[in-house]
């Protein structure tokens, strides 16, 4: 296979989820053949480096000491050296650090080259049967309760599918959340260990859903992706209608006349929708 790497050049490199087989051909051949790779943590990523026999040297760039490496390494790619960035897991800077070293490097000119590969959101996506011609990446929830569930109640109203991160400490307070926000009946799908030994992908209501997790702590180690089916539009009249209006009048009106409007729009009751206008107002604030 022909050596394309180019110089003075910060490759993002995507590796596996993991299932290290999953790694592409091009990753490979990239991350073999750089002067130097940015690795989230350098132990971590060592197993697959092993695995693929590449000797390249590495240097740790994480959350804490991103602001200080990524000008250096910047100046060593101005200087000539061809650098690639990985994180422990999937795409970089997707929940993941990089985004200041990318967007520093872009400002300074220097040619930033993508190799696509897993994440684990995609992934999960691409096989829960949910709508996919349009989504929102929510990412991590917020970790305090408070805020999680304002959060949450903003997004009770989102038609696009939404595509959430988890971490096993924090799923059920977040199932629990969710349930409250978006109702027991909305449809989900739960994704964990992806590409891996346990790998589980489940659909079934969010009330369905935590009570099955809730009664297999098996479901509760590795890590998940959650998948939540956007808001019913519903015809008009309909309570998932009403919240659309209500949403679009609030923000261009008071609480106290959105929910008037919209329910002589929709002809859900006006105390229903104030209550519900309130929310919506308060965890925008
Ligand atoms: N950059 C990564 C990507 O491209 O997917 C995401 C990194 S983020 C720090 C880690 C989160 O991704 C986990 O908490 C989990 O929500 C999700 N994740 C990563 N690997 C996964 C897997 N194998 N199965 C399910 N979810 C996974």
């Known amino acids: 296979m022909e050596n394309s790497i180019e110089k003075s050049v910060l490759y993002v490199v995507a590796t596996p989820i993991g299932n290290l087989k999953d790694v592409t051909y091009r990753a490979v051949e990239v991350l073999s053949h750089v002067d130097h790779i940015a690795a989230e943590d350098t132990r971590h990523s060592a197993r697959l480096l092993k695995q693929y ?4 040297p590495c240097t740790a ?3 804490h000491n991103e602001r200080q490496v990524a000008h250096s390494i910047i100046e060593k790619i101005h200087q000539g050296e061809t650098w690639a960035l990985i994180s422990d897991a999937g795409t970089p800077v997707v929940s993941d650090p990089g985004y200041f ?3 520093e490097a872009r400002i300074q000119g220097v040619k930033i080259v993508p190799l696509p590969g897993p994440n684990a959101a995609i992934a999960a996506l691409s096989a829960s049967g ?3 011609d349009r989504f929102v990446f929510e990412g991590f929830l917020p970790a305090k309760s408070t805020a999680r569930q304002k959060h949450l109640q903003a997004l009770a109203v989102e038609s696009r599918t939404m595509l959430f991160y988890e971490s096993p400490h924090r799923v059920l307070a977040s199932l629990q959340d969710m349930l409250t926000a978006f109702g027991g009946e909305r449809p989900m799908v739960f994704a964990r ?3 891996k030994t346990y790998e589980t992908i489940r659909q079934d209501s969010i009330a369905q859903i935590l009570k099955w997790v809730e009664s297999d702590t098996q479901q509760l180690k ?3 992706v ?3 089916a956007g808001a019913d539009k519903g015809p008009a009249g309909s309570l998932g209608h009403a919240d659309e209006v209500l949403s679009l009048l609030l923000a ?3 609480v106290k006349q959105a929910a008037h409007l919209a329910s002589q729009i929709t002809g859900v009751k006006k105390n229903e929708l104030y209550q519900k206008a309130l929310a919506m107002k308060s965890s925008k604030s």
């Open 53 to 56: 026999q590449i000797h390249t």
């Open 61 to 63: 760039l994480h959350e």
């Open 101 to 103: 070293l990318i967007k």
């Open 130 to 132: 949910m709508p996919s």
């Open 193 to 195: 260990e992806l590409t």
């Open 222 to 224: 590795g890590e998940m």
């Open 226 to 228: 959650l998948i939540v």
């Open 252 to 254: 261009e009106l008071p």
